[in-house]
């Protein structure tokens, strides 16, 4: 048997609370990146905009896990439209759930981002 590599960067080890734990941080809301993770302040979802994710969308990610909180709620039409054009999709689902299929997604070397809102949101 052979070992499979696991891809770097950051993976969300435990929900604790209202947050995500990553390594030993704690963080409410976050924005992460193959690369990186970031605190996220994120405006109201039904506000939610390309310029929200822009920190991101760097790179062309094959789409966004979008966390919306503890319920799958539906992003704003004209985001959608916008992330489209860029060739970007986004799949929404509530923010305990996208939280898994980050670590899954990552695991299968995808190139995607993700933006959890938090879990009591």
């Known amino acids: 048997m052979e070992a499979v590599p696991t891809p770097g960067g950051p993976i969300v080890t435990g929900l ?3 947050g995500f734990r990553l390594g030993e941080a704690l963080y409410p809301a976050v924005l992460m990146t193959h690369e990186a993770v970031a605190r996220w302040s994120p405006p109201p979802l039904a506000d939610l905009d390309e310029a929200a994710l822009a920190p991101i969308l760097q790179g062309s990610p094959e ?3 979008l ?12 985001l959608v439209k ?6 970007v999709g986004i799949e929404p689902m509530d923010s305990r759930a996208a939280a898994r ?6 695991a299968e070397g995808r190139a995607i981002v993700a933006a959890l809102y938090p879990l009591d949101a």
Do not use: C, I
């Open 101 to 106: 299929a980050w670590g899954v997604l990552r």
């Open 67 to 78: 966390g919306t909180g503890r319920a799958l709620v539906r992003p704003p039409g004209a």
């Open 63 to 65: 789409f966004v896990v």
């Open 16 to 18: 604790v609370g209202t």
């Open 82 to 87: 916008a992330l489209e054009a860029r060739d």
